[in-house]
């Protein structure tokens, strides 16, 4: 089976070491290089989420709620992006994909247009991440619709222990099994607890 590229388009813009104060959303995501793009593109198409994204969304998440959206955000549209490599979900364009990453590579970045160390470094991240999902909103709302149908039931499985119990001839008296969740973080960060081949290597 053929590996699923992300994209097929070229990049716009270059990357500028000193960005200038005031710069537009659109100039803010010229920040991020080709070979940054083409990095978080492979390593994606192998399943894996980049240490250095890892580490930062992991940071975000345990700062306040400007953050955790970045974090929430960021992590839907990995998953996206994997469903898409794999195979399984096809609801997005090329030119999508593209800007997808982009912002993922953006957010990423350390030293973008307010470098991430500053105290309001990541004001501009949420900025983008605000951006593409009110643009994309559609191609979101339909991987969300998708996911609860297809992917969510997955996070689900009966313990093997519990079994049902003899009808008690009582109506609405049977037990059903007991469900146990599977570790969210690692199915948000690759989905192979579901045991989907890799289409991507």
């Not at 793009?37 to 240490?51: F, M, S, T, V, W």
Request: hydrophobic share 35%; with cysteine; charged share 30%.
């Amino acid at each position: 089976m053929r590996t699923r590229e992300l994209n097929t388009f070229e990049l716009g813009g270059h990357p500028r070491p000193h960005p200038a104060v005031g710069q537009t959303p659109r100039h803010r995501l010229n920040l991020v290089s080709r070979h940054e793009i083409e990095d978080l593109r492979h390593k994606l198409a192998r399943g894996q989420i980049p240490p250095d994204l890892e580490s930062k969304l992991e940071k975000l998440s345990r700062g306040d709620l400007a953050h955790r959206s970045i974090e929430q955000n960021c992590r839907t549209i990995i998953a996206l992006l994997l469903a898409v490599c794999r195979g399984v979900f096809n609801g997005t364009t090329a030119e999508e994909r593209e800007r997808f990453l982009r912002v993922l590579a953006y957010v990423r970045k350390d030293d973008d247009a307010t470098p991430d160390y500053r105290l309001d470094g990541f004001v501009d991240d949420l900025q983008e991440v605000r951006a593409i999902a009110r643009d994309l909103d559609s191609v979101l709302q339909n991987f969300k619709s998708w996911r609860l149908c297809h992917q969510v039931p997955a996070m689900w499985q009966p313990d093997q222990e519990l079994m049902i119990k003899p009808s008690t001839g009582r109506p609405g008296k049977a037990t059903l099994p007991k469900l146990v969740p599977i570790d969210k973080k690692v199915a948000a960060e690759s989905w192979r607890p579901y045991g989907w081949p890799c289409l991507c290597d």
